[in-house]
Structure formats: C-alpha cells, structure tokens
C-alpha cells in the first residue's frame, strides 16, 4: 500500500508540475477562456480534495493558487473531511471573477499600421499601437514630402461610409474597430499621390542612393523585433483554431504581412520606375539585398524579395532582365534555387539547418509544416490523445526557439539581432514602405513598361 500510495503522489504532482510548466510558458493565457477557467478551477477542487489525504501536496497548491490569484487563507488541518466542502466554496465564491497570471504588457505595442494614400497602394508604418491621428499624418507627410496642415485621416468602414478622424484621436480605438481601412488624403478630399503621376521616378532614385547593406540591416532588424516577441503557440492557434484565434496571433500575423510587404515594396519600387537604366540598377541592388539578407540569416526577407522579383509583373520584363550583367543573373539563379520546392524544400531546409543562430526562418513554410502534420493525424486514437502528433508539431515549433538563441544557448535580445547599427535614413524608409496591393495596376504598370508585342 505504501508503494502504491507513494506512485500515486508522484502522478498527481507530475500532472501539477506539468500544469506549472505550461503556465509558464503560455504566458497569455486567454482571460476570458472559458474551457481554461473551467479546467483550473476543476483541477483546483481535485488538488483540495486530495490534500487531507497527501498533505504534501500543499506545496503544489500554493503554486496553483498564484495562477489563479487566490490567496490563501486556511491551513492544511482546516481541509478536514468535515470542513473541505465549506472551505472550497469559500475559496472559490471570494475568487469567481479570477483571471490567470498574464505576461508583462508592454504598454505600447508595435504594430504596422496601413494608410492608403490611393484606393490601390498604400504606406506600411512601423509605429506603436497608440498612436494618434496627428502622428501618423505627419509620418505620411514626410514620406511623401507633402504639407501636412492639408492632409486628413479618414477610417473607411465596411459599408464604403467615410469617417473623419480628429488630430488627438487615438488611431487604434476600440470606436475605430469596425474600419476597413485608413485612408488620407487632402482636405479637399483628393489624392496625395498616384501611381500613374510623372513624378513617379522619386522614389526609385532615393532607393538607387541607399546602401544595399544598410537597406538589408534596416530588413532584418524589423523582421527580428516582429519575430522576437512571438510566441511559439502563436503558429497553433493559427493553424488548428483559426476561426477562435483572434487577438491571440497578433505578432505572427504582424510577421506575415511583413513577408507579403516586402515582396509588394520590390514589385512597387521596380515597376514605378518608367527608365530603363535606373531599373536595371534597381534589379541589381535588389539582387545585392536578397544576397546580404541570406548572409545576415534573415530568410523571410531573403524570400520576400527573390518571390517579389520572380513575380509574374516583373519576371516578364524580359527587356529589363536582358540588361542585367551576366554575374547578377548567375547571382540571382543561385539565390533562387534555395526556393526550390522539390523534395519538400530540400535545399532551404538544408541550407537553414547549416544557419547559426540568431536566424529568422521563413515562417509560411513552418505553418505549412504544422498544418500538414494536423491534417495527415488524428488527434484522438481510440479516445485516447495522440501523443505522437503532438510531439511532432512540438519538434516544428522547438525551430522557433533555436532560432532565438546565439552561439552560446542564451535567448537573444528582442533589440536588434545583429551587431551593428543600421543608417538613420535607411531605417525611415524601411519603416515607411510604400507598397501596391492591387495586382490589376501591377501588371498595368508592367505593361505600360514594356507592352506585349
């Protein structure tokens, strides 16, 4: 009896100690998570239930009661069989409106915030999540060297109504929830910039100025404060609980329009540039870039801009690519290769895995990972867990953290991942991306640039 009743305490602690280890982890547990609430406070009762029986299990329970924030106030010998009852609903009446233990929250929160500034493109803004209307306008006035006293915000909401943002008004209010969009333009209501304006060279000479290092540096420093704060779990929600995940995938959504930005921002730089010399330069710093995103480890951007040049918009300007010099198009087919799909990605998981850390890894493949082992196994084998799925998709997700670690182990500063400091200049505009979303006017510029013969 007494070995039996020693493993028996070993299990019920095992099951506690696990519980503390997953708490820890997912340090933003939904508050409001009735399944979790539920759960806790079931696991709670059975814990009180055994303690008169397994008083050394009172160590165990003080850490369940941090989690649930209850303090305590009876000792082990008030947990008589007579008395537990009475004190369990004492207990849990004084705490129904718990909350689990959250992670520190950062009070401002880094966002990328999207401002159309013509119904197809718009600007990607690198700012904090309380940002005021006042700020932002003048974010998007600089960038576009406009006057910012004759710029206004509007919020376009779903049904096309067009509402006027005041000055001091917070961007990111919960009154604001219901909008499309963010859209500014002049007080007279007409637009700040067109694609189709003959100034539209502006922007392609200020990129042809920038160091290809510096632009790469500015990448992989923003891709890396985005990753950093990312929670593992974050890729589970968002593949096995998309329709419930809201609010819950906040950073690796943030990560994910970051991939799809940059490989509109290089679409947009080349085909906003109508001459053909500056384009061909444009093609070969592009090139440079993708190459020192590698060399710096950054693959999301490295994918992002070698995707953006085999686009259907710009690989068809064959004019353009004919001019690009012989070692920048062997450059290009190198860097290319390592998106090669065959083999499940082969030849990125190789060249990845042969990465020292810090890295970034390029994060839809790892969801489609995740998805892949969710949907080829059953979660429950004959009512029972399948243990051997969840290990799996633990083993996906263990990347995440390796990626973050340095030489050393040590988890790395969600500052920068890299060393130096990047241009002051070259971060402002990395931070200010002026992207077309619109695939229409894509290929419409394309065409324009060289027309089908």
Request: aromatic content about 8%; glycine content about 2%.
């Amino acid at each position: 009896m007494k070995e039996e009743r020693r493993d028996t305490l070993l299990r019920k602690r095992k099951v506690l100690h696990l519980l503390s280890q997953w708490s820890s982890l997912c340090t933003d547990l939904p508050r409001d998570n009735e399944h979790a609430k539920l759960f806790l406070k079931t696991l709670y009762r059975y814990v009180l239930d055994d303690l008169y029986e397994f008083p050394s299990l009172e160590k165990d329970l003080k850490e369940l009661q941090k989690l649930l924030r209850m303090q305590r106030r009876h000792t082990v010998d008030e947990y008589s069989p007579q008395r537990k009852n009475k004190a369990l609903f004492h207990q849990l009446s004084l705490k129904e409106n718990w909350h689990p233990v959250r992670g520190a929250q950062r009070e401002r929160k880094e966002v990328l915030c999207r401002v159309y500034v013509t119904i197809d493109s718009y600007v990607s803004v690198r700012t904090h999540s309380e940002v005021s209307v006042q700020e932002l306008l003048s974010t998007v006035a600089e960038r576009f060297d406009c006057a910012e006293d004759d710029m206004v915000l509007m919020a376009v909401t779903y049904p096309g109504e067009k509402v006027l943002l005041q000055s001091d008004q917070c961007v990111f209010s919960s009154s604001l929830s219901a909008a499309e969009r963010l859209h500014v333009c002049r007080r007279d209501l007409t637009e700040i910039v067109s694609p189709f304006t003959d100034n539209r060279q502006q922007s392609s000479v200020k990129m042809l100025s920038m160091n290809t290092w510096d632009v790469a540096v500015s990448l992989t420093n923003c891709d890396w404060s985005l990753f950093s704060i990312m929670h593992e779990q974050e890729l589970v929600y968002f593949t096995l609980s998309r329709d419930v995940s809201a609010g819950h995938t906040m950073a690796l959504e943030q990560l994910l329009q970051r991939c799809n930005e940059t490989q509109q921002w290089v679409m947009t730089e080349v085909l906003m540039c109508p001459n053909l010399c500056k384009r061909v330069q444009l093609f070969k710093k592009f090139i440079k870039i993708a190459a020192h995103c590698k060399e710096q480890r950054n693959l999301s951007s490295f994918f992002s801009i070698i995707m953006g040049l085999n686009s259907p918009a710009v690989s068809r300007l064959t004019q353009t690519w004919e001019k690009v010099p012989g070692k920048f198009r062997k450059l290009f087919s190198e860097l290319e290769s390592l998106m090669d799909p065959s083999f499940n990605h082969k030849a990125y998981r190789d060249a990845f895995r042969k990465m020292k850390s810090p890295k970034i890894p390029f994060l839809p493949l790892l969801l489609k990972d995740i998805t892949f082992i969710h949907e080829g196994n059953r979660t429950f084998l004959d009512n029972l867990v399948n243990f051997d799925k969840l290990h799996m998709i633990a083993d996906t997700l263990r990347i995440i953290s390796q990626c973050r670690t340095d030489h050393m182990g040590y988890r790395c500063p969600s500052g920068n991942m890299l060393s130096q400091k990047d241009s002051t200049e070259v971060r402002t505009y990395i931070n200010y991306l002026h992207v077309i979303d619109n695939q229409r006017t894509l290929f419409e510029l394309s065409h324009r640039l060289e027309p089908r013969t």
